[in-house]
């Protein structure tokens, strides 16, 4: 990609950014209102087949989560970008479960901090086998969705994810914690009330990939042909939108 060209997409990605992720305690992005809202006047981006219309998909990583028997087992997870929620994240499964995980760029930022304190601490050997390390580095807001099949993901709640780190066999594995959360969808299609504890586990170097698939610079690289697909696509109307300053 040229540099200009580069240069450009990201700094559409950012205004796009501005625009959507800012979060005040007055205007609060997670509210249950604001999610309700979207999910009447948006039915068609989060109901059926929501997931291969809206998701699009900017790298992949792995990672390793508990099975029944307590035991880490490795996983594949995909980083995202869902046009209806404006919002980056990622999608791993857990318990024979699809979990999509949503967060604002001021959460992406915190993780990257946050995986690059827990690398030094790793290396410093500074990591405490003491207390609740899962929750070390703060809690921050996320959007989660759930089901058990692609096609067919309704379930989502808003809650906050945690992130520290814990032992496993004698290693230190960064986790992300998401605790239950309600689910708001009023026709329960998915079959649950709620969703359950999630806890993934991240080497260093999962870690630090996770964290770089979040990062702006290869959010706005991987989205390129979709700001480029055609002149009438979503993307063309909010690079449009943003231009014109009609947000």
């Known amino acids: 990609m040229k540099t200009g060209k580069k240069f450009f997409i990201l ?4 205004a796009f950014n501005a625009v959507f992720y800012a979060q005040t305690s007055e205007n ?3 509210s249950d209102k604001k999610f309700t809202e979207q999910k009447e006047t948006k039915a068609k981006a989060l109901g ?4 291969k219309n809206f998701n699009y998909e900017c790298g992949t990583f792995s990672y390793y989560a508990p099975n029944q028997f307590f035991k880490l087992e490795p996983g594949e997870g995909t980083a995202c970008f869902n046009s209806s929620l404006k919002m980056a994240g990622f999608k791993a499964n857990y318990y024979h479960q699809i979990y ?5 760029e001021a959460t992406r930022k915190k993780l990257k901090s946050n995986v690059e304190q827990y690398i030094e601490e790793f ?6 086998k003491k207390g609740k390390t899962y929750k070390k580095y703060g809690e921050e807001p996320a959007r989660i969705e759930w089901g058990t099949i692609p096609s067919m993901i309704d379930a989502y709640g808003n809650g906050k994810i945690q992130f520290g780190y814990r032992f496993y066999d004698n290693s230190p594995y960064f986790t992300i914690t998401v605790w239950p959360v309600k689910n708001l969808e009023s026709r329960k299609a998915a079959g649950s009330e709620k969703s359950i504890k999630i806890q993934y586990f991240y080497t260093k170097k ?3 990939l996770l964290a770089e698939l979040l990062s702006n ?5 991987k989205l390129e042909p979709y700001f480029e697909s055609n002149e009438n696509s979503e993307y063309k109307k909010m690079n449009t939108q943003i ?4 947000y």
Request: aromatic content about 20%.
């Open 206 to 208: 999962q870690a630090e």
């Open 11 to 14: 700094f559409i990605f950012s």
């Open 243 to 246: 231009e014109s300053d009609e």
């Open 48 to 51: 059926f087949f929501s997931r």
């Open 100 to 104: 999509y995980i949503f967060i604002n």
């Open 28 to 30: 609060d992005i997670f």
């Open 123 to 128: 290396d410093a050997r500074q990591l405490s």
């Open 217 to 221: 610079e290869n959010l706005a690289e």
